[in-house]
């Protein structure tokens, strides 16, 4: 009967433990950038949030302008509806980074500017489709 209490007292040990660590875990993530709310343009300057976000919208076309000197700085309005965000970026840029692309930034609103760390670009719709349907492959067969 002792050995039963011993193991119940393991087990709920064991239970709150790991209770503890998931809300320690959640309250205190270890790394800040993995932690971005995602808001509208309008929200973010109408509210002038500080803290880390992701925002999506299109790039305004002609807007985008690559620094001389270094090949990696860009900037480039970021269009939401009739909103619209002045963004700096000056890392590697995806290949499908374009005028009138749907993009996703990840950053800090600094005095009216939105400086991103993180660029991320929707697929163009030649990749869209939904593969699980076959009539969609438009594929021809070849006799042999």
Known sequence: MQSNKK????????????????GWVS??????KAMATFVSV????????????KLGGLVKDGSIVISET???????ILKEGQNELAVKYDRTRPDLF????????TGQYINGT??????QTKCASR???????????????IDT
Request: aromatic fraction near 12%; include cysteine; charge should be negative.
């Open 42 to 53: 309008e929200q973010l300057i109408d509210d002038n949030i500080d803290q880390r976000t």
């Open 7 to 22: 193991f119940m007292m393991m087990i709920v040990g064991v239970i709150a433990v790991v209770i503890f660590w998931i």
């Open 70 to 76: 270094n090949y990696l700085d860009c900037t480039f």
């Open 127 to 141: 990749y869209e489709g939904d593969l699980r349907d076959e009539n969609a492959y438009n594929l021809t067969e």
């Open 114 to 119: 939105f400086y991103a760390d993180e660029l």
């Open 98 to 105: 374009t005028d009138g692309a749907e993009v996703i930034v």
């Open 27 to 32: 309250s205190n993530p270890a790394d800040e």
